[in-house]
């Protein structure tokens, strides 16, 4: 299995504009799960999704970002109009059937700089 | 009070050293516990779960006190290539991951 897949690896923008992050979960993973990680903060959640919905968006920062699953291996967190504090890392993870959720499978990152 | 609370360190130790790290979690009501590793630039990854009875793998020894809030991980016998950042994980009941900020370890030769 190729994992967790996460594109841009990189990705350098200019305040205002709109960026689009995207994800393709391990194959059969009914999870799917969006991080921002940075040195202040750590690791937060953003949102997750099961089976394609979204259950908890709590941990999304603001109006700014939001986060689609049209399928079972596609999901995109979009932030528009994007700022300088959020630059991190965003990784995103896919975890299987409820019973094993707590092993969650993480994509290499995208990292983000808004200049 | 954070959910999850790590010494950040940085550990440094030599190569064949033990070094143990804690881990404080503030919901009592939390179920699983874990650590992680994060290589430096990389994405997290499971290292091992955490049981009540302690359990080890290889090198690697594991505890919980419940009672406590607290949960450790020790590491005998250190290798260069145990070098990354140990976050402490805690699951508190649903299907989502609380994780610590990591403890980072330096092995040296």
């Known amino acids: 299995d190729a994992g967790v897949i996460q594109s841009p690896r990189h990705e350098v923008t200019e305040m205002g504009q709109e960026v689009t992050l995207r994800c393709k979960p391990i194959?059969?993973?009914?999870?799917l799960f969006w991080y921002r990680q940075t040195m202040m903060r750590g690791l937060e959640l953003l949102i997750y999704?099961?089976?394609?919905?979204?259950?908890?968006d709590s941990g999304m920062p603001e109006d700014r970002f939001s986060a689609k699953m049209p399928n079972a291996s596609f999901s995109t967190l979009k932030i528009q109009p994007s700022e300088p504090r959020d630059s991190a890392v965003y990784f995103c993870?896919?975890?299987?059937?409820?019973?094993?959720?707590?092993?969650?499978?993480f994509g290499p990152g995208t990292r983000l700089t808004v200049l | 009070r954070k959910e999850v609370e790590q010494d950040p360190g940085p550990f440094n130790v030599p190569e064949g050293a033990t070094v143990a790290f804690n881990c404080t979690y503030s919901?009592?009501?939390?179920?699983?516990f874990f650590w992680y590793r994060q290589d430096c630039r990389k994405e997290p990854k499971l290292l091992m779960s955490?049981?009540?009875s302690g359990n080890e793998d290889g090198r690697f020894t594991a505890q919980l006190n419940r009672a406590s809030q607290y949960i450790s991980l020790l590491i005998r016998d250190s290798k260069l290539s145990d070098s990354a950042t140990y976050l402490c994980?805690?699951?508190?009941?649903?299907?989502?991951?609380?994780f610590g900020k990591g403890t980072m370890l330096l092995v040296s030769p």
């Open positions: 955490v049981y009540s």
């Open positions: 919901n009592s009501a939390s179920q699983s």
């Open positions: 194959s059969g993973h009914d999870y």
């Open positions: 994980v805690v699951n508190s009941g649903y299907s989502t991951l609380t």
């Open positions: 993870a896919s975890s299987p059937l409820r019973g094993s959720t707590d092993t969650q499978y």
């Open positions: 999704f099961n089976n394609n919905v979204p259950i908890d």
